[in-house]
Protein backbone atom coordinates (compact mmCIF):
# COMPACT_ATOMS: atom_id res chain seq x y z
CA UNK A 1 0.00 0.00 0.00
CA UNK A 2 0.90 3.63 -0.66
CA UNK A 3 0.75 6.24 1.88
CA UNK A 4 0.85 9.22 0.18
CA UNK A 5 2.60 12.68 2.27
CA UNK A 6 1.93 16.26 0.90
CA UNK A 7 5.02 18.78 2.19
CA UNK A 8 4.36 22.63 1.27
CA UNK A 9 7.36 23.75 0.61
CA UNK A 10 6.75 27.84 1.86
CA UNK A 11 5.63 26.55 5.67
CA UNK A 12 7.67 23.00 5.39
CA UNK A 13 4.73 21.45 7.44
CA UNK A 14 2.71 18.64 6.57
CA UNK A 15 -0.10 19.80 4.32
CA UNK A 16 -2.24 16.26 4.01
CA UNK A 17 -1.29 12.24 4.84
CA UNK A 18 -3.12 9.46 3.58
CA UNK A 19 -2.56 7.76 7.20
CA UNK A 20 -0.58 8.58 9.99
CA UNK A 21 0.71 5.25 10.87
CA UNK A 22 3.96 3.25 9.11
CA UNK A 23 2.56 -0.01 10.60
CA UNK A 24 1.94 -2.45 13.36
CA UNK A 25 4.77 -3.51 15.21
CA UNK A 26 6.46 -7.21 13.81
CA UNK A 27 5.05 -6.55 10.20
CA UNK A 28 7.08 -7.19 7.38
CA UNK A 29 7.58 -4.51 4.62
CA UNK A 30 3.32 -3.71 3.72
CA UNK A 31 4.19 0.14 2.93
CA UNK A 32 5.74 2.35 0.36
CA UNK A 33 5.78 6.38 1.52
CA UNK A 34 5.40 8.48 -1.27
CA UNK A 35 6.75 12.62 -0.65
CA UNK A 36 5.01 15.16 -3.11
CA UNK A 37 6.01 18.88 -2.52
CA UNK A 38 3.68 21.46 -3.45
CA UNK A 39 6.37 22.94 -5.87
CA UNK A 40 9.00 20.04 -6.81
CA UNK A 41 12.65 20.69 -5.69
CA UNK A 42 15.33 18.32 -8.04
CA UNK A 43 17.85 16.76 -5.98
CA UNK A 44 19.11 14.27 -3.73
CA UNK A 45 16.56 13.36 -0.81
CA UNK A 46 17.39 11.60 2.59
CA UNK A 47 14.79 11.06 5.36
CA UNK A 48 16.44 11.47 8.80
CA UNK A 49 14.72 9.15 11.23
CA UNK A 50 14.82 9.13 15.19
CA UNK A 51 13.33 6.00 16.99
CA UNK A 52 13.42 3.81 20.16
CA UNK A 53 14.87 0.29 20.13
CA UNK A 54 13.93 -2.37 22.42
CA UNK A 55 16.35 -1.38 25.13
CA UNK A 56 14.18 2.31 25.20
CA UNK A 57 16.85 4.01 23.94
CA UNK A 58 16.89 6.73 20.74
CA UNK A 59 18.67 5.65 17.81
CA UNK A 60 19.39 8.13 14.55
CA UNK A 61 19.10 6.80 11.44
CA UNK A 62 19.22 8.36 7.27
CA UNK A 63 17.37 6.80 3.95
CA UNK A 64 18.21 7.64 1.26
CA UNK A 65 14.43 7.90 -0.87
CA UNK A 66 14.31 7.54 -4.92
CA UNK A 67 13.41 9.76 -7.31
CA UNK A 68 10.07 8.85 -9.16
CA UNK A 69 8.53 11.69 -11.42
CA UNK A 70 7.90 14.67 -9.09
CA UNK A 71 8.19 12.55 -5.81
CA UNK A 72 10.36 10.70 -3.75
CA UNK A 73 9.84 7.45 -2.61
CA UNK A 74 10.99 4.32 0.17
CA UNK A 75 9.69 1.25 1.16
CA UNK A 76 9.04 0.89 4.85
CA UNK A 77 11.14 -2.12 6.26
CA UNK A 78 10.62 -4.57 9.23
CA UNK A 79 13.52 -2.54 11.39
CA UNK A 80 11.41 0.33 11.62
CA UNK A 81 8.65 -1.56 12.89
CA UNK A 82 10.54 -3.46 15.68
CA UNK A 83 9.56 -0.91 18.48
CA UNK A 84 5.70 -0.05 18.56
CA UNK A 85 6.75 3.89 19.62
CA UNK A 86 6.23 7.07 17.59
CA UNK A 87 8.92 7.77 14.97
CA UNK A 88 10.19 11.22 14.35
CA UNK A 89 10.99 11.81 10.46
CA UNK A 90 12.43 14.58 8.68
CA UNK A 91 12.92 15.10 4.65
CA UNK A 92 15.99 16.58 3.28
CA UNK A 93 16.88 17.28 -0.24
CA UNK A 94 20.63 18.76 -1.18
CA UNK A 95 22.14 19.80 -4.80
CA UNK A 96 25.80 19.24 -5.35
CA UNK A 97 26.04 18.45 -1.18
CA UNK A 98 24.53 22.11 -0.80
CA UNK A 99 21.01 21.72 1.59
CA UNK A 100 18.52 23.33 -0.58
CA UNK A 101 15.58 22.23 2.00
CA UNK A 102 14.40 21.11 5.23
CA UNK A 103 10.88 19.91 6.12
CA UNK A 104 9.68 20.45 10.16
CA UNK A 105 10.03 17.05 11.93
CA UNK A 106 6.58 15.12 11.84
CA UNK A 107 5.79 11.68 13.59
CA UNK A 108 4.57 8.42 12.28
CA UNK A 109 3.54 5.88 14.27
CA UNK A 110 4.26 2.16 14.55
CA UNK A 111 0.68 0.53 16.34
CA UNK A 112 1.17 -2.63 18.86
CA UNK A 113 0.48 -6.40 18.09
CA UNK A 114 -0.83 -8.66 20.75
CA UNK A 115 1.87 -11.39 19.67
CA UNK A 116 -0.44 -14.56 21.43
CA UNK A 117 1.52 -17.24 22.40
CA UNK A 118 -1.18 -19.49 23.05
CA UNK A 119 -4.86 -20.82 21.68
CA UNK A 120 -8.13 -20.12 23.21
CA UNK A 121 -9.12 -23.05 24.87
CA UNK A 122 -11.83 -25.41 23.09
CA UNK A 123 -14.20 -24.30 25.19
CA UNK A 124 -14.19 -20.14 24.63
CA UNK A 125 -13.46 -21.65 20.96
CA UNK A 126 -17.11 -20.02 19.68
CA UNK A 127 -16.73 -18.33 16.71
CA UNK A 128 -19.35 -15.15 17.97
CA UNK A 129 -16.90 -15.57 21.02
CA UNK A 130 -13.64 -14.86 18.51
CA UNK A 131 -15.53 -12.27 16.54
CA UNK A 132 -16.60 -10.51 19.86
CA UNK A 133 -12.70 -10.35 20.89
CA UNK A 134 -11.58 -9.24 17.45
CA UNK A 135 -14.10 -6.31 17.43
CA UNK A 136 -13.23 -5.52 20.73
CA UNK A 137 -9.32 -5.59 20.17
CA UNK A 138 -10.43 -3.19 17.16
CA UNK A 139 -12.66 -1.49 18.83
CA UNK A 140 -9.86 -0.65 21.56
CA UNK A 141 -6.98 -0.16 18.93
CA UNK A 142 -9.10 2.25 16.86
CA UNK A 143 -9.92 4.19 20.08
CA UNK A 144 -5.99 4.20 20.50
CA UNK A 145 -5.10 5.51 17.33
CA UNK A 146 -8.14 8.11 17.76
CA UNK A 147 -6.54 8.76 20.82
CA UNK A 148 -2.69 8.81 19.59
CA UNK A 149 -3.64 10.95 16.60
CA UNK A 150 -5.66 13.43 18.62
CA UNK A 151 -2.43 13.53 21.00
CA UNK A 152 -0.39 13.73 17.61
CA UNK A 153 -2.45 16.45 16.33
CA UNK A 154 -2.89 18.81 19.52
CA UNK A 155 0.87 18.11 20.03
CA UNK A 156 1.39 19.08 16.22
CA UNK A 157 -0.52 22.32 16.78
CA UNK A 158 1.54 22.78 20.22
CA UNK A 159 4.66 22.22 18.11
CA UNK A 160 3.64 24.30 15.58
CA UNK A 161 2.09 27.30 17.68
CA UNK A 162 5.85 26.97 19.67
CA UNK A 163 7.16 27.26 15.86
CA UNK A 164 5.36 30.69 15.23
CA UNK A 165 6.75 32.04 18.85
CA UNK A 166 10.04 30.80 17.85
CA UNK A 167 9.37 31.98 14.33
CA UNK A 168 8.08 35.48 15.96
CA UNK A 169 10.82 35.32 18.85
CA UNK A 170 13.47 35.18 16.29
CA UNK A 171 11.55 37.78 13.75
CA UNK A 172 12.64 39.80 17.34
CA UNK A 173 16.24 38.78 17.85
CA UNK A 174 16.92 39.47 13.76
CA UNK A 175 15.13 42.62 14.25
CA UNK A 176 17.02 43.42 17.70
CA UNK A 177 20.49 42.39 16.32
CA UNK A 178 19.99 44.61 12.77
CA UNK A 179 18.97 47.62 15.44
CA UNK A 180 21.89 46.71 17.92
CA UNK A 181 24.07 46.59 14.57
CA UNK A 182 22.84 50.46 13.01
CA UNK A 183 23.36 51.59 16.86
CA UNK A 184 26.90 50.02 17.02
CA UNK A 185 27.75 51.35 13.43
CA UNK A 186 26.12 54.56 14.80
CA UNK A 187 28.28 54.45 17.70
CA UNK A 188 31.25 53.60 15.88
CA UNK A 189 30.56 56.59 13.16
CA UNK A 190 30.28 58.89 16.15
CA UNK A 191 33.30 57.89 18.15
CA UNK A 192 35.70 58.49 14.52
CA UNK A 193 33.85 61.98 14.82
CA UNK A 194 34.62 62.21 18.81
CA UNK A 195 38.04 61.07 18.14
CA UNK A 196 38.30 63.61 14.95
CA UNK A 197 36.35 66.55 16.61
CA UNK A 198 38.96 65.87 20.28
CA UNK A 199 42.18 65.64 17.36
CA UNK A 200 41.01 69.19 15.65
CA UNK A 201 40.49 70.61 19.48
CA UNK A 202 43.95 69.56 20.07
CA UNK A 203 45.13 71.10 16.63
CA UNK A 204 43.47 74.30 17.22
CA UNK A 205 44.67 74.31 21.06
CA UNK A 206 47.94 73.50 20.37
CA UNK A 207 47.50 76.52 17.60
CA UNK A 208 45.63 78.82 20.18
CA UNK A 209 48.82 78.23 22.22
CA UNK A 210 51.23 79.29 19.59
CA UNK A 211 49.27 82.07 18.83
CA UNK A 212 48.77 82.93 22.35
CA UNK A 213 53.08 82.79 22.86
CA UNK A 214 53.43 84.66 19.69
CA UNK A 215 51.15 87.35 21.09
CA UNK A 216 52.80 87.07 24.12
CA UNK A 217 56.03 87.36 22.59
CA UNK A 218 54.98 89.97 20.13
CA UNK A 219 53.76 92.04 23.40
CA UNK A 220 57.31 91.36 25.32
CA UNK A 221 58.61 92.85 21.86
CA UNK A 222 56.54 95.53 21.84
CA UNK A 223 57.18 96.62 25.79
CA UNK A 224 61.12 96.40 24.69
CA UNK A 225 60.56 98.15 21.36
CA UNK A 226 58.28 100.73 23.50
CA UNK A 227 61.21 100.80 26.15
CA UNK A 228 64.08 101.29 23.73
CA UNK A 229 61.69 104.35 22.07
CA UNK A 230 60.82 106.15 25.16
CA UNK A 231 64.76 105.42 25.79
CA UNK A 232 65.25 106.77 22.36
CA UNK A 233 62.55 109.44 22.61
CA UNK A 234 64.81 110.67 26.22
CA UNK A 235 68.03 110.19 24.22
CA UNK A 236 67.03 112.39 21.75
CA UNK A 237 65.23 114.94 24.19
CA UNK A 238 68.65 115.27 25.88
CA UNK A 239 70.49 114.95 22.11
CA UNK A 240 68.09 117.74 21.87
CA UNK A 241 68.77 119.91 24.87
CA UNK A 242 72.47 119.79 24.63
CA UNK A 243 71.92 119.97 20.84
CA UNK A 244 70.35 123.88 21.73
CA UNK A 245 72.84 124.14 24.73
CA UNK A 246 75.55 123.53 22.33
CA UNK A 247 73.75 125.62 19.67
CA UNK A 248 73.56 128.49 21.95
CA UNK A 249 76.90 128.11 23.37
CA UNK A 250 78.27 128.00 19.82
CA UNK A 251 76.02 131.66 18.66
CA UNK A 252 77.41 132.46 21.71
CA UNK A 253 81.02 131.72 20.93
CA UNK A 254 80.48 132.89 17.53
CA UNK A 255 79.28 136.11 18.59
CA UNK A 256 82.13 136.22 21.16
CA UNK A 257 84.21 135.37 17.99
CA UNK A 258 82.93 137.57 15.91
CA UNK A 259 83.29 140.49 18.12
CA UNK A 260 86.78 139.28 19.22
CA UNK A 261 87.42 138.98 15.52
CA UNK A 262 86.09 142.31 15.05
CA UNK A 263 88.11 143.96 17.83
CA UNK A 264 91.19 141.76 16.40
CA UNK A 265 90.59 143.14 13.26
CA UNK A 266 90.13 146.75 13.72
CA UNK A 267 94.12 145.52 15.74
CA UNK A 268 94.79 144.41 12.47
CA UNK A 269 93.68 147.19 10.45
CA UNK A 270 95.02 149.59 13.26
CA UNK A 271 98.60 147.99 13.00
CA UNK A 272 98.07 147.85 9.18
CA UNK A 273 97.32 151.22 8.54
CA UNK A 274 100.24 152.31 11.53
CA UNK A 275 102.80 149.47 9.16
CA UNK A 276 101.35 151.19 5.95
CA UNK A 277 101.34 155.16 7.58
CA UNK A 278 105.47 153.98 8.43
CA UNK A 279 106.25 152.13 5.24
CA UNK A 280 104.77 155.75 3.43
CA UNK A 281 107.62 157.69 5.89
CA UNK A 282 110.05 155.49 5.05
CA UNK A 283 110.04 155.96 1.29
CA UNK A 284 109.55 159.30 2.10
CA UNK A 285 112.56 159.00 4.04
CA UNK A 286 114.60 156.72 1.26
CA UNK A 287 113.99 159.72 -0.85
CA UNK A 288 115.69 162.23 1.22
CA UNK A 289 118.41 160.53 2.88
CA UNK A 290 121.98 161.09 2.60
CA UNK A 291 124.61 158.69 3.11
CA UNK A 292 127.87 158.67 4.95
CA UNK A 293 130.21 156.30 6.48
CA UNK A 294 131.17 156.60 9.99
CA UNK A 295 134.54 156.20 12.29
CA UNK A 296 133.68 152.39 12.32
CA UNK A 297 133.25 151.89 8.42
CA UNK A 298 129.73 151.83 9.16
CA UNK A 299 127.44 153.19 5.76
CA UNK A 300 125.19 155.57 7.92
CA UNK A 301 121.54 156.76 6.23
CA UNK A 302 120.18 159.89 7.52
CA UNK A 303 116.33 159.65 7.36
CA UNK A 304 113.29 161.51 8.56
CA UNK A 305 112.89 161.25 11.65
CA UNK A 306 109.70 158.60 11.93
CA UNK A 307 111.99 156.22 10.27
CA UNK A 308 115.31 157.32 12.55
CA UNK A 309 118.66 156.33 11.57
CA UNK A 310 119.57 152.93 9.41
CA UNK A 311 122.72 151.56 9.08
CA UNK A 312 123.75 148.98 6.16
CA UNK A 313 126.88 147.01 6.16
CA UNK A 314 128.31 144.30 3.97
CA UNK A 315 128.73 140.86 5.71
CA UNK A 316 132.23 139.61 4.31
CA UNK A 317 131.71 135.83 4.62
CA UNK A 318 128.25 135.78 3.57
CA UNK A 319 128.60 138.21 0.89
CA UNK A 320 124.92 139.82 2.15
CA UNK A 321 124.20 143.37 2.90
CA UNK A 322 123.02 143.79 6.49
CA UNK A 323 120.83 146.87 7.62
CA UNK A 324 120.55 148.46 10.77
CA UNK A 325 119.18 151.68 12.18
CA UNK A 326 122.17 153.15 13.93
CA UNK A 327 121.78 157.07 14.38
CA UNK A 328 120.10 159.55 12.75
CA UNK A 329 119.91 163.32 12.44
CA UNK A 330 116.92 165.18 12.47
CA UNK A 331 115.91 167.50 10.11
Not at 32 to 48: C, D, R, Y
Not at 80 to 104: C, G, W
Not at 175 to 181: G, L, P, T, Y
Request: negative net charge; charged residues 35%.
Amino acid sequence: MQNKICIDTETRNIKSRERNFLGIAGEHEIEQIVFKLSAFIVGEAILEIQKYNKENKQEKYFINLEKQEESYIFNVKNSLLDVAKPIKMQLHITTANEEVFKSKIFEMQVYEAIDATETVPEEYAEWIDIANSAISRITALEDKITKNEKERDNAEKIRETAENERSKSEKKRNIAEQNRITAETARETAEKIRKKNESDRIVNENGRIESENKRNNSEEARKTNESERIANENSRNSAEENREKITTEAVNNIKNLNENYKNLAEEKTAELNEIADGVKDMATAIQFATFEIDENMNLCINTADKLKNTSFSLNEETGEMEVEIVWAKQY
